[in-house]
Structure formats: structure tokens, C-alpha cells
């Protein structure tokens, strides 16, 4: 059983482009939420995305955009990068249910902008 | 909102115990979890905690005070491979997940 997966697992960009990046969340979840971890700090929450809406959302500009699929699968988008973005992108999957679900996170997407 | 803080590092002796504190401010508080992350790893679930009290999780345990708002996480008979950042996370009654900054545990021979 596949856990959840990310892609790219690296890639870089310039200031001013804009970048997808791809989450599929573990077998069986349907929540997905996006983090941003700068180096050496703990993830900062972006987003996150239910029956295809996002329905929380941390401190982060419109830059920030995403989007979840009828399976589940999610995307972020970041417009007009800026350097401060440079970051490993971190996509956790939780399962259906109320209450506090354990978040299952994939490896990341680890994100340079030059 | 939601604030929570933690040391930023913190050392240990490889058999020995190390406790990790963490204090939290959240609004609908639903919760403390603790991950632990390997350098360039993904998080890895170690516990959670919604009642007040102590979970035991073989060298693992975490501890939950709601009322001061504090939590601990107690590693016993360090390894060189509890070596990791430890994530102290509060969960909202809204589905947000909040992280602390992590705490950089380094388990000295």
C-alpha cells in the first residue's frame, strides 16, 4: 500500500515563474493539507482541501493556490516565486472521520528558487 | 489562533532520558500530537493526546496538561537513532493541524 507521494522530489525555478506541485494522498484518505518547511524550521500550514474545497488556510498570500481532484489528488501552485519561497513542500493525507485524524505525510517536493 | 512554543535544540546522552517540553495556545483545541523527523525525511507519527495525562508507547511517552496548556514528550534509553527534529503539533476543532518549531534532539555516544 502506497503511502502518500509527491512530485517532483526536487526542482528549481526563477524568481517571477510560477510552479505545480502534485500530492497523492495514502489509500483510503480524502483530506489532504499542505505545508511549507523552511530549513530548520517545523512545517507551516498553507492549506487544506476537503470534497474538493479548500477549507482552511494558514498565513499565506493568494500566491498560494491549490486544488483537489475527484480522487482525492491535490495540487499546489505558487505564482510570481519569490527566493523567501525556496522550501521543502510537505503534502499530508488524513482519512475520513471527525475528530483529530493522524496526518500520514509524503517525503516532499523540495523546492529552490534562484 | 494557535501558538505553540519548543526548544530549539536540545542533547542527550545515547541510554539515558530527555524530556521535551511544549506550550500551546489554540481556540478549540482538539488535541497535541508529537511527529519525529529525520533530516530530510518526512514526519513520523509518535503520539497523540486529547485527554490530560500520560501515554506510554514502549520508550515513547507523551504527557497532556489542557488546563496549563503544556505537553511533554519523554524518550527513554536514547538511541543515536532518536537523533531527529520532534515536532509538537496542536489540532483545532476546524481539521488545522499547527506545528512548533521542532526541537533538534542530538544523542552524543
Known amino acids: 500500500d502506497a503511502g502518500v507521494t509527491q512530485s517532483p522530489t526536487h526542482l528549481i525555478k526563477t524568481r517571477g515563474q510560477q510552479v505545480t506541485l502534485r500530492c497523492s494522498p495514502k489509500?483510503?484518505?480524502?483530506?489532504v493539507s499542505w505545508y511549507q518547511q523552511a530549513l530548520g524550521q517545523g512545517p507551516q500550514f498553507i492549506f487544506q482541501y476537503y470534497e474538493e474545497e479548500e477549507r482552511q488556510r494558514g498565513n499565506f498570500p493568494d500566491r498560494f493556490s491549490g486544488h483537489q481532484f475527484p480522487n482525492y489528488s491535490s495540487e499546489l501552485n505558487v505564482n510570481a516565486l519569490l527566493l523567501g519561497d525556496s522550501a521543502l513542500y510537505l503534502c499530508?493525507?488524513?482519512?475520513?472521520?471527525?475528530?483529530?485524524?493522524?496526518?500520514?505525510f509524503g517525503a516532499g517536493s523540495r523546492l529552490t528558487v534562484l | 489562533g494557535q501558538n505553540i512554543d519548543q526548544p530549539t535544540e536540545m542533547t542527550a546522552t545515547e541510554g539515558a532520558i530527555v524530556q521535551i517540553n511544549c506550550t500551546y495556545q489554540t481556540s478549540g483545541f482538539n488535541g497535541l500530537f508529537w511527529y519525529q523527523q529525520h533530516a530530510g525525511e518526512a514526519p513520523t507519527f509518535l503520539s497523540y493526546?486529547?485527554?490530560?495525562g500520560l501515554e506510554e508507547k514502549g520508550r515513547f511517552s507523551s504527557f497532556l496538561s489542557r488546563s496549563k496548556g503544556y505537553s511533554y514528550l519523554l524518550l527513554k534509553e536514547l538511541q543515536m537513532k532518536d537523533s531527529a527534529s520532534y515536532l509538537c503539533?496542536?489540532?483545532?476543532?476546524?481539521?488545522?493541524?499547527?506545528f512548533g518549531q521542532g526541537t533538534e534532539l542530538s544523542v552524543k555516544p
Open positions: 489509500s483510503g484518505h480524502d483530506t
Open positions: 493526546n486529547v485527554l490530560d
Open positions: 499530508a493525507s488524513s482519512p475520513p472521520g471527525s475528530g483529530a485524524n493522524v496526518l500520514t
Open positions: 503539533g496542536s489540532y483545532n476543532q476546524g481539521g488545522k493541524l499547527i
